[in-house]
């Protein structure tokens, strides 16, 4: 893809941990589902892995995580609680309570930026920090003011 046009996500993260609530309060029990979870990445990596999949379908473009996870952070964490509605066979699975975030940590997890030259910036802004200086680090030259990168134009 060396003539494709690069689109570059970055910003902030966010991990959500999605529990589903089951209807066996026993072990023994064999009735109904048991209870499930599932982590997803959202933030800049949920955008980049939608415009992934529109860039599989058009060979000129071509989408670029712009940061290096260096691991997750409670305080890039999400907690939600699902419960199934509806009544007979149409049940769907809705969204009981938001849990909130875990715990402020005193040292936040590491977001490098990587130095990929871009055609186009997406910068994800979920307010969890990204646009502080705390998390300079995963901010690309270009962001800084500090950048050998010369737009087209």
Not at 61 to 70: K, Q, V, Y
Not at 115 to 139: K, N, T, Y
């Amino acid at each position: 893809m060396t003539n494709s046009k690069k689109i570059v996500v970055t910003g902030d993260v966010v991990f959500k941990n999605d529990i589903f609530k089951g209807s066996r309060t026993r072990s023994d029990s064999t009735e109904g589902p048991g209870m499930t979870k599932r982590r997803t990445r959202a933030g800049a990596c949920l955008v980049h892995d939608l415009l992934k999949g529109v860039a599989a379908k058009d060979e000129e473009l071509e989408a670029i995580l712009g940061i290096e996870l260096g691991g997750d952070s409670e305080r890039r964490t999400a907690y939600r609680l699902w419960r199934e509605c509806g009544r007979g066979k149409k049940k769907v699975w809705g969204l009981s309570e938001h849990l909130g975030y875990g715990t402020p940590d005193s040292t936040p997890s590491r977001i490098d930026a990587r130095d990929v030259p871009a055609d186009v910036l997406v910068i994800e802004d979920a307010g969890i920090g990204f646009r502080h200086d705390m998390e300079r680090q995963a901010w690309r030259a270009e962001i800084r003011g500090n950048s050998d990168h010369e737009p087209e134009g």
